[in-house]
Structure formats: C-alpha cells, structure tokens
C-alpha cells in the first residue's frame, strides 16, 4: 500500500562538483557520459527519496549539450521530481557548470529520466502520488504526463 501522497520539495535533490583532469577528454571537455552518470545519480536520489524504495532507471529522454563543461567548472545537478505514475517516476535534471574564478554559469543541459520502484522481490512496486502546491507544479506535472504518453505511445509502436 502506498502513502497518500508526497510534495514536490520533498525530494529535490542538489549535487555538486568540481570536474577533474580524470573526468575530461584529451581536449579538456568533461565526458558526456560522465554528466549522464551524475544526472543518473541525482535523479536516483530523488525517486528513492520519494518512493523509499531501491529504483531502477528505465529511461532516459534524450540529452542535448548546449554548451562544454570544462575541467574546473563546479558542475550542479538540480533534481525534482516532474511526474509520478503507478509504480514509475520522471525526474528533471537541470545541469549548470560554473566557472569558480569569474562566478560565470552556464546552464549546459536538461534531462529527463525515469525510474522504476522495485519492492523486495525485485517487482515494479506502486509509488506515492503528486501533490503539487502551486500551478507552477501542476504545469510540471501535466507536462510530464504528456512526455510519459509519448513514451508509451513509442514503446507501443516499437520506436
């Protein structure tokens, strides 16, 4: 049985760091599976936090770099839950990389993963609803309803 339903706020999840030589290509840009990594693990932390269940990733909505990360940028993965299904839950990861000697930031990317509850036998396991608190969240919500749509609808013609 799941809880009636959990806030938004309860979940969000921040994560910092500062890129290295070890997280870098010869031409000093981070590697972009590196950042797909760490947002995988913040948007992790949010559907744990939400569900309090071990999850599984079972998505991943495509993930467009709009501008490089550079070794010595303090990268940030801003993580908040955007929709919540029967047993799933689709986080938003807001990527910013900050350059600490001039303060200047830079949002880099935006992606959206999904993740499934598991309970102690390894099943989908029903997840707590939504409660959204203001029309900022209810749009949130609505717009990751229609993504999970799409989804579905690509799963069901085999895209």
Sequence with gaps: MTEPGKYIRDSRAIISQVMLPTDANVTG???????????????????VRHSRRIVVTVAVDSITFLSPIYVGNLVTFTATLSYVGRTSMEVEVLVE????????????NTAYLVYVALDEHGRPSEVPPLIPETDEERERIANGRKRQEARLSRRREGI
């Design 97 to 108: 990389a900050e350059d600490l000697l001039t303060g200047e930031k830079t949002h880099t």
């Design 29 to 47: 840009n981070v590697h972009g599976g590196m950042i797909m990594k760490m947002a995988d693990d913040a948007g992790a932390i949010v559907a």
